[in-house]
DNA sequence: TGTGAAAATAAACACTGTTCAGTATATTTG
DNA sequence: CAAATATACTGAACAGTGTTTATTTTCACA
């Protein structure tokens, strides 16, 4: 009864060639260059094929986007290792940004397109973005109880960081610093990195 | 010789025509509704007849990206009258925030969607886009001569507190705050544009 | 080796942006 | 007014997209 575990893992196996493909034509030419028609021609196999392993292409997507989670949660959690909560903190703010420079494309997938649907039901990328930014949530916490805060209201020093961080992030990504000359961004993004963290001390 | 006026003019409301079409399908039904053959149909002409006057697609999201540039100039610089920068600075944040809560695929199209190259060249756009900026900033100075702020970084401050406007609206607008229950999003959002506020008072 | 199930596919459908050859309409000229 | 020209418009095609279905191929097992 060997053969219904090997079929399991056939499938399994097709399901990751399939991902892998979709990943190397993202990261290559980038999401538009995603089709169904490029990944079967991509892996030799007929277009019709994917929806054998795939629902659609959304739920591909969604594979994706877990595939980008991992690659931030290892680009952010190395903060964790800090014991000072302050320090923690602003280490993951770093972490983060710097995820989001180096990774415009995964960023992208992450924070800024447009979710579909299943992303809810893709309970593995949920979870491990929840994770991620529980750990976030509770180093605040961890200032606030070490009264690293004047204000007691962690929700929302936690959310008002955060904006901070994607607004930053995400206006690079999306190319709205015209108004900057190109070499100036990088600086301009790193002095107010700066700044937010001075304002935090005085929250 | 008013004939070549005549054609101008005509040449000018089909223009106006194609460019209210793609509005209304844009307000209606979204930017995916906006396709060529369905702003053809609508207006009941053939798709083909819509490159006789715009060069191709790009170009009409540049003049939808325009007509949203307009009502958020009409929405924010209310603001201008306020005599006092740092009340004035507020209330354009507030505004700013405001016009991102109210009309998401407005704000979508201005600071979310991939900008096409043509809006580059897009000069009215451009030039619109920059006066309220500069609105924004020339605010901010005001409130650097008059000691608002400890620190005299008009552009960081600036580039700072538009960080977090736009990660507030943007982290909405995608729809990246699922892991706050909906009737909460519009408070916390709230909070944080109050905390914001504070935080800049000790910049 | 024949049979039933599983896997893969060709072909089609309904879309998309865009181009171009050809037609219809309007204007200018003889 | 009629013929010639210029302008406006369109049908049809091309190359691409996601997706579905009927059909064929492949494979395991009796």
Redesign the pocket.
Known sequence: ?G??E??ER??EE?RRLILDAALRLFREKGL?????????ESI?????????????????LSALQYEAAAVKRDHVMPAAAIENPWERLVEFGRRYVDFGMKHPDLYDLLFITRAPMEFIENQQCWTLGMAVHSFFTETVQACVDQRYFKSTDTETIAYTLWCHAHGLVSLFVRERMRMYPEEKRQELAQKSFAMIVKMAESI
Chains 1, 2 share one sequence.
Do not use: G
């Not at 007929?46 to 959304?58: E, F, M, N, Q, R």
């Open positions: 009864m053969i219904i090997r079929k056939e499938k097709m538009d260059a995603v089709s169904i028609r490029n990944i079967a030799e196999y007929s277009p019709a094929t994917i929806y054998l392993y795939y629902k659609d292409k959304s739920e591909i």
